[in-house]
T-cell receptor
Framework: QKEVEQDPGPLSVPEGAIVSLNCTYS??????FMWYRQYSRKGPELLMY????GNKEDGRFTAQVDKSSKYISLFIRDSQPSDSATYLC?????????FGAGTRLTVKP | ETGVTQSPTHLIKTRGQQVTLRCSSQ?????VSWYQQALGQGPQFIFQ???????GRGNFPPRFSGLQFPNYSSELNVNALELDDSALYLC?????????????FGPGTRLLVL
């Protein structure tokens, strides 16, 4: 079992849809939970991070962390074609950082 | 765009050769981490440098080595290249004194080993 599991997709949705992306993990020591967006042939771009359990909202993006279930989510409201990218979850404890494999999302106009 | 730059953008080497990749950190950041991202996978942590000292290492062999300079720029060196070393190599910088949750990635160097 991988330390961080993320459904690779691909996920295809129509413009305006609500997108739900998820990761599960096994190491209960992780304290910080991040979501990155990576466009083709580019480096990952930090979208948001959350410390411990709870929700965090930033514009159209909402991150949720449930440490008791070892489950994190990213919701994208009113999805746009420009949101088409690979979304990576990541989590860390100290300088030990682990990434999921990424979910490829396509938002169709 | 982040302030992290990497060079070169692409590189082709043959098995057994050595390669040096370079990274310039975002202004004000004194911590740099290097990652290897194979096709279709998430980045894997290679090592981190903080104020010119190695500050943690992932599960990579010693032929992966690094340096950080007084201006906080950094190098990743890989000796005795293997075919499996073909990947996107990413560096990420972050402000000192905090964890990796605020790190910002460069565009990467795509290495192909033939």
């Amino acid at each position: 079992q991988k330390e961080v599991e993320q459904d690779p997709g691909p996920l295809s949705v129509p413009e305006g849809a609500i997108v739900s992306l998820n990761c599960t993990y096994s190491n209960s020591a992780f304290q910080y939970f991040m979501w990155y967006r990576q466009y083709s042939r580019k480096g990952p771009e930090l979208l948001m991070y959350t410390y411990s359990s709870g929700n965090k909202e930033d514009g159209r993006f909402t991150a949720q962390v449930d440490k008791s279930s070892k489950y994190i989510s990213l919701f994208i409201r009113d999805s746009q074609p420009s949101d088409s990218a690979t979304y990576l979850c990541a989590m860390s404890e100290g300088n030990d950082m682990r990434f999921g494999a990424g979910t490829r999302l396509t938002v169709k106009p | 765009e982040t302030g992290v730059t990497q060079s070169p953008t692409h590189l082709i080497k043959t098995r057994g050769q050595q390669v040096t990749l370079r990274c310039s950190s975002q202004s004000g950041h004194n911590t740099v981490s290097w990652y290897q991202q194979a096709l279709g996978q998430g980045p894997q942590f290679i090592f981190q440098y903080y104020r010119e000292e190695e500050n943690g290492r992932g599960n990579f062999p010693p032929r992966f080595s690094g340096l950080q300079f007084p201006n906080y720029s950094s190098e990743l060196n890989v000796n005795a290249l293997e075919l499996d070393d073909s990947a996107l190599y990413l560096c990420a910088s972050s402000p000192g004194g905090v964890g990796q949750e605020t790190q910002y990635f460069g565009p990467g160097t795509r290495l192909l080993v033939l």
